[in-house]
């Protein structure tokens, strides 16, 4: 069955970096556009980054543009977020998602806190 397991959360400074890993299972990951979603504490969920199968186009919100960076690699089945700059507005629970069929993982909390 899908599985994705999202991993590298945690609590960090203002201005600090984290790298989120998901790593998938039960189907054929090379073949699928994934994205980063999260949800604050009581606010709406948010795209925060997709990337197509073979990596050659990303997107980003207009709010992490520029200090986010989306990566796969294909051959280990695992996508990637990377979080430089990060500020309080970050603090997020972020789900690594299957474009197709919107499959979630579970999650892992970022905290931005000094």
């Known amino acids: 069955q899908v599985q994705l397991v999202e991993s590298g959360g945690g609590l960090v400074q203002p201005g600090g970096s984290l790298r989120l890993s998901c790593a998938a299972s039960?189907?054929?990951?090379?073949?699928?556009?994934m994205k980063w979603v999260r949800q604050a504490p009581g606010k709406d969920v948010e795209f925060v980054s997709a990337i197509i199968s073979d990596s050659s186009q990303t997107s980003y919100s207009e709010s992490v543009k520029g200090r986010f960076s989306i990566s796969r690699d294909n051959d280990n089945n695992m996508l990637y977020l990377q979080m430089n700059n990060l500020k309080p507005e970050d603090t997020a629970v972020y789900y690594c998602?299957?474009?197709?069929?919107?499959?979630w993982g579970q999650g892992t909390r970022v905290t931005v806190s000094s």
């Open positions: 039960g189907f054929s990951f090379s073949t699928n556009a």
């Open positions: 998602v299957r474009v197709h069929g919107n499959r």
